[in-house]
């Protein structure tokens, strides 16, 4: 069973859709949804608050997102985490077709940038993987577009972001914890997720408040990898 960490600023109009869909899938037994603009709730959120499986956070102000990530995962119930941004669709299939993977000894997986579209239509796609070994670690880290959009991993393999992240490299660091702890990452391919990349992390209120997330990138990366991959 899977717990679902969904932050959201409500910027963007896929969770409406995504939203019900996830939380009826059968594997997933709870979403975290972590609203962190409660001034912009809209109308229609309020229909899924009695939801069994639902339960809400809302912060006196805005967690961001990679602080978001590390209150989930501290308060989730399943062993199988998804970290699942608020501006993308998908087809939930992912969960069925995922899920015998997410264990112990693999470490986090995430999505492929050939897999995002601007548009397009939901439907079902056999996923690949491709897995990543520790020896790819200076490349990979340096790419990892769009890998954060969904993320899975073993609630074992999670080591909390440094707080000094709060918008950026919550993947990187994820995956770099998880070779470190010689657990192979992957990424996903042959799917499809439809997003407006950026919809919240790229506003450019956000930029300000985590400017100093770039500065101090390099020393604590060094500290976790041995270098800085950027």
Not at 155 to 173: A, H
Request: charged residues 20%; contains cysteine.
């Amino acid at each position: 069973m899977f717990s679902v960490c969904i932050p959201s600023m409500w910027r963007a109009p896929h969770i409406e859709q995504m939203l019900p869909r996830i939380l009826d899938h059968p594997l997933v037994h709870e979403v975290i949804f972590i609203n962190n603009n409660i001034p912009d709730t809209p109308n229609w959120f309020h229909q899924y608050k009695s939801h069994p499986k639902l339960k809400i956070h809302t912060p006196l102000s805005n967690l961001f997102v990679n602080p978001s990530w590390n209150y989930f995962v501290s308060v989730a119930e399943a062993d199988r985490l998804c970290f699942c941004s608020d501006d993308i669709g998908f087809d939930v299939s992912i969960f069925d077709q995922i899920d015998p993977y997410i264990i112990p000894t693999n470490g986090l997986f995430g999505m492929d940038q050939a897999c995002t579209y601007n548009t397009g239509n939901i439907h079902y796609r056999k996923i690949t993987l491709i897995k990543h070994e520790a020896v790819e670690l200076p490349l990979r880290m340096k790419y990892l577009i769009m890998y954060g959009t969904l993320m899975f991993i073993h609630k074992w393999n999670f080591e909390p972001i440094p707080d000094v992240f709060k918008i950026f490299y919550g993947d990187v660091w994820m995956y770099a914890h998880c070779h470190t702890i010689n657990k192979p990452c992957y990424t996903i391919g042959d799917f499809l997720i439809i997003t407006t990349i950026g919809t919240t992390s790229l506003r450019e209120e956000m930029l300000n408040s985590t400017s100093n997330e770039h500065y101090v990138r390099n020393e604590i990366f060094k500290a976790k990898v041995g270098f800085d991959p950027f």
